[in-house]
């Protein structure tokens, strides 16, 4: 993606680069995402005595988590996990059914999900999950969700790694300090700033 993002912005004659942006929630608080802010102590799922001495220090911050994005009332980012679902077994059943759900589920939908000659056949040969793994799962999920407050524990349900800023270049600052051939041509024939743009 980012490497297409790149290529997207040359083309149209801007500048940009990938770069690390795994802040916790400050990309998401600015878009703005749905945030929740959980305790300190819970994030790290303290127990009831280290609870109380983080709450006496003064140091059981509220850590800001992404939970989701909405507009207008409407969900466009949603999480399988509260608060879109009332708790954990909810939200893997909804999971469950929006992989496997007969005719509408992305394994079950006819093969329309898929670019496979023989879609239907190719799904038809993937088994859905046993009784006994949706059971496991809802158990773990609802036991990290109690304990930590979010789902997963570390990160919460929303996570940034890297990023891509695009941005108009300066040419005349590019032809005064750098080579000829660092720009491509789209980028060195986008108008000038001083052109009005």
């Known amino acids: ?29 600015t878009l703005p995402f749905r945030m929740e802010e ?13 609870k109380g001495l983080i709450k006496a220090s003064g140091k059981d911050l509220p850590v800001p988590t992404a939970v989701g994005l909405e507009r207008g009332g409407e969900a466009l980012i949603k999480p399988f996990c509260p608060p879109f679902y009332r708790n954990m077994d909810e939200a893997v059943l909804a999971f469950v059914n929006y992989k496997y759900g007969e005719g509408s589920g992305t394994l079950r939908d006819g093969g329309a999900a898929t670019s496979w000659r023989d879609g239907s056949g190719v799904q038809a040969g993937i088994p859905p999950y046993s009784d ?18 979010r789902f997963p524990a570390n990160s919460g349900p929303l996570r940034t790694v890297l990023a891509y800023q695009a941005h108009h270049l ?25 052109e009005g743009t």
């Open 170 to 194: 300066d040419p005349d600052f590019y032809d005064r300090y750098y080579s000829s051939g660092t720009l491509a041509d789209p980028q060195h024939t986008y108008p000038r700033h001083n």
């Open 38 to 50: 959980i305790p300190f102590s819970r994030t790290i799922g303290a127990g009831r005595i280290m």
């Open 132 to 149: 006994e793994a949706i059971a496991a799962t809802i158990d773990y999920r609802e036991y990290v969700y109690e304990r930590y407050g």
């Open 1 to 29: 993606m980012l490497q297409n993002l790149a290529l997207m912005t040359e083309a149209l004659g801007l500048g940009g680069f990938s770069h690390f942006a795994a802040h916790p929630f400050v990309w998401f608080r």
